[in-house]
């Protein structure tokens, strides 16, 4: 790739990213007001287009944050695509290894730890999301089937019929955090990076530990609530007039 390739990829990705994130935002718009009104089973189906909105979401951003100007050079980038072809986790961990080739003070034992604490994030955030929702976007959406489509998964099957639409806000907040720091460390590796670093870590903790408690339970029943004082604010209104 030329470096004009590599501009014109990032670019497009760039608007490729920003039209996922309407289009998730229409999706959950249509989840809240189906679960509003009790049509719990359009919810359960906006729920299997949101997962596959968020599959093209995450490799749309991938791609983007590789194609990053003037960060990983033309072959670089190749080596992080042939390892994507095979396990999308190692490419990301690829990724962050050539990233981390350019930060400051190799020796003071930040890159070694940071490298560590990063994997440990793609192993999390990335391997099993990236399995479920690979299932889906292959026309798995109630029934997983092994990697061969020879049998059953039983397991994926279980995570599939029980996926929620908390549990895709829990896997893209947890998403994005992950880029926020492989992105620092690409584009600005001895100063965004040293400086947010840990800053991005306590957020991404804080934030998954608050969303560890939700459940779509109260997630409906916060819904429907709303819907109910909606109405009867509108109610109360009329009879004013």
Request: charged letters at 25%; aromatic letters at 8%; proline letters at 2%.
């Amino acid at each position: 790739m030329t470096k004009n390739d590599i501009e014109e990829v990032f670019a497009a990705q760039t608007k490729n990213v920003q039209a996922l994130e309407q289009a998730w935002r229409h999706i959950n718009k249509a989840i809240n007001s189906a679960y509003s009104c009790d049509q719990e089973s359009t919810a359960e189906t906006h729920t299997r287009l949101l997962a596959q909105v968020y599959c093209a979401f995450a490799e749309a951003v991938f791609s983007k944050i590789i194609h990053t100007p003037d960060a990983l050079t033309p072959e670089e980038i190749a080596q992080v695509k042939t390892k994507g072809k095979r396990n999308i986790v190692e490419a990301w961990k690829r990724c962050v290894e050539l990233a981390l080739k350019k930060v400051e003070g190799k020796n003071s034992g930040h890159v070694a730890n940071t490298k560590k604490k990063i994997f440990s994030l793609i192993d999390l955030y990335i391997y099993d999301p990236s399995l479920l929702r690979n299932k889906i976007a292959h026309g798995q959406w109630e029934i997983a089937l092994n990697s061969n489509n020879t049998k059953v998964n039983a397991d994926l099957t279980g995570k599939i019929q029980s996926l929620t639409v908390v549990d895709l806000y829990r896997s893209k907040e947890a998403f994005q955090s992950l880029f926020r720091i492989v992105e620092d460390i690409i584009e600005s590796p001895n100063k965004a990076h040293q400086r947010d670093y840990w800053v991005h870590i306590t957020e991404f903790e804080t934030s998954q530990k608050k969303m560890a408690t939700w459940t779509i339970e109260n997630k409906i029943s916060g819904l429907k609530k709303k819907k109910q004082n909606a109405v009867l604010a509108k109610q109360q209104s009329k009879a004013k007039m």
